[in-house]
């Protein structure tokens, strides 16, 4: 999501697909299928995302990164969170 007035960005993030819990999850995959593939994929996600993240924060953009399981743990929570980000955000703009 975008909320380009207030310069957020908000990444909602798969817990698998973006390395979630990474030392736990990278040492789960070694004993899986295709442990060759999945490994270096998820870790080039991560590294794309940490470069992603740095990159819009240098251009003024704030960065929020949540997990798929907070988000469906508490989806009004996390939208409020967001809602107030924005909304100090666009304050300041």
């Not at 070694?30 to 924060?57: G, H, V």
Request: hydrophobic share 40%; proline share 3%; with cysteine.
């Amino acid at each position: 999501m975008v909320f380009v007035s207030a310069r957020v960005v908000v990444f909602c993030d798969g817990d698998f697909w973006h390395g979630r819990n990474w030392r736990e999850l990278k040492s789960e995959l070694k004993s899986r299928n295709n442990p060759d593939y999945w490994i270096p994929k998820i870790a080039a996600n991560i590294r794309r995302d940490l470069l992603q993240s740095k990159e819009l924060k240098r251009m003024g953009w704030h960065v929020a990164r949540l997990w798929e399981t907070d988000i469906l743990k508490n989806p009004e929570a996390v939208a409020k969170k967001i809602g107030r980000v924005a909304k100090n955000r666009s304050e300041k703009h």
